[in-house]
């Protein structure tokens, strides 16, 4: 069942095929909305680096963020007169299981953003954003596990590969405080979240559902999740002063939010859970360099022999796809 997540069914909403526009052909293009969500998602990582540089909890930044993400998301469609896929769904059951799969998709969303806006100060944002690069091996080997997919030996080297990375990222944060070594660990939760989420949405994707519907309704469920978090923890949901540096980066994380989920859902439907996972591999890689050229963060020996596993990784996954 190794190409049953290669194409979604086609959803209600989508631009006609015939004689596709420039802008359609980049919407269908894997590869570009990868490099994209995955740049962004790199971005992301960094602007929650710099949130408590001018004021922000790293929390209180990523809540009115995400809901500020929807809002610039769901006016863009207002305006484009995106059409929604409300007729699929008549009756009271497809309106539950929609709801259920929000929630579920929601909170799998929120949890990995929140581990890593509050592990980025402790442990660096480039150390955040090689995380994201696991969850390639991970959701193949999730779908072997559970039988979406056939075991196939070179996809089995690479997800030992991809582990043999964790290990290095492990051991590259025993430089760091103790706090920081605690949050090391938290941070290695982060692609097992996101495996687990890249697989859910493929197979439960709703009837008749559109990315952007789906995109803005997890986004929604996550900034409640988030907003009952921060009220119970007493987290500050404000800067401690209202700066332009504070504000003006309030509004990059919403554009940032806006662009980078609102083509998440569309990269999913257009190419399937495994191809998805890679954008972890483009925020590692964009995220080092950005955190060099913005934090000065020097990769250590670990940082780099994790690159260059989850990358052998990363081709071996590759390479045993076509033979599946």
Known sequence: MSDTFKTLPSQAGEVPRQQPSLLTRFYDNPFLLLLIVGSFLAVSVVFAKAGPMVGWHPLGLLQWAIIGGAALLWSGTLLAGVESGARHRASRAAKLRLLKYLFITGILFIAPNMIAVVAAPEVGASFVSLSYAFPLVLTYAFAVLIGLERFQFLRSIGVLAGLAGGVLLAGG????????????????????????????????????????????????????????????????????????????????????????????????????????????????????????????????????????????????????????
């Open 173 to 324: 944060g025993a430089g760091v405080s103790p706090e920081g070594s605690f949050w090391a660990i938290v941070t290695l939760a982060i692609p097992v979240f996101l495996a687990v989420g890249n697989i859910y949405r493929s197979l439960k994707w709703p009837d008749g559902a559109t990315p952007i519907e789906l995109a803005l309704g997890m986004m929604v469920v996550a900034f409640i999740a988030l907003a009952i978090f921060n009220a119970v923890m007493g987290i500050p949901v404000g800067p401690a002063e209202w700066t332009s540096a504070a504000l003006g980066l309030l509004l990059a994380q919403i554009l940032a939010f806006s662009v980078q989920y609102g083509l998440y859902f569309r990269l999913q439907q257009v190419a399937g859970p495994v191809y998805l996972s890679q954008i972890g591999s483009v925020a590692a890689i964009a995220g080092l360099g950005l955190g060099y050229l913005v934090f000065s963060e020097v990769p250590n020996l670990a940082k780099l022999g994790a690159i260059a596993a989850v990358a052998l990784g990363i081709v071996f996954v590759t390479l045993g796809k076509g033979r599946s």
